[in-house]
């Protein structure tokens, strides 16, 4: 079944009437072209998801000074990318004590990016050595006096340090303790000690007749 749709197209005015001529459209059928609508792709979704950056080791980490320091490193996924290279800003002197910040940061193919950061403390936690001149345990006979031998002390950071005795030899009969201590220029401090035993001189023999 044909249907048929009227259009105005002209209007003309002769004498006192007014004649309409109308077109007559067919639709729905008969010899009438048709047209194939285009069809548009949706547009490709957008990534704006940063990548995912995985420490190896701990966010914050301390290391002995005067030793040598590694850098555990990182990795990044991302959920288009896959994995994504990761770079380091910022570096540690393991021989300078301080707090240094190391900065990962990785970029996807659409710009997304990701930062993280580990926090490493330098510190000289380690003691410094005394070590004695002499034996820890020295005897001597009362009235002979004690004469000082003393002690030197180094340190892995600092090297040589002053040493302080604190203690004294008395000349009667006795145990006497005597103390040693350096510290070093990170407060650590250590000390030792070396007795000193005065034994009562010997008397004389009873004279003979």
């Known amino acids: 079944m044909v249907s048929l749709r009227s259009t105005p197209v002209a209007f003309v005015r002769l004498a006192s009437s007014l004649v309409i001529f109308l077109a007559l459209t067919a639709c ?70 301080g707090t240094y910040t190391l900065t990962y940061t990785a970029t996807d ?20 050595v005394i070590t004695l001149n002499g034996d820890a345990a020295i005897t001597i006979v009362e009235g002979d006096g004690y004469s000082e031998l003393g002690a030197s002390a180094s340190d892995n950071i600092d090297g040589a340090l002053t040493v302080t005795i604190s203690g004294t030899v008395g000349s009667e009969p006795g145990v006497y303790t005597l103390t040693y201590s350096a510290v070093d220029a990170a407060g650590n401090a250590v000390s030792i000690e070396r007795s000193v035993t005065v034994e009562a001189a010997p008397t004389g023999g009873d004279g003979g007749g």
Do not use: K, W, Y
């Not at 490709?44 to 420490?55: E, H, K, N, Y």
């Not at 993280?116 to 510190?123: G, H, L, N, Y």
């Open 109 to 128: 193919a659409a710009g997304n990016e990701a930062s993280a950061e580990r926090v490493v403390t330098v510190e000289d936690t380690t003691d410094p």
């Open 28 to 97: 729905g059928g008969g010899g009438g072209g048709s047209s194939t609508p285009t069809v548009t792709p949706p547009p490709a979704p957008v990534d704006t998801t940063a990548p995912v950056i995985s420490l190896e080791g701990d966010a914050e980490m301390t290391v002995e000074q005067g030793t040598d320091f590694t850098d555990p490193g990182a990795s990044a996924t991302d959920d288009t990318d896959g994995t994504v290279s990761v770079s380091v800003s910022g570096s540690v002197d393991a021989s300078t004590a």
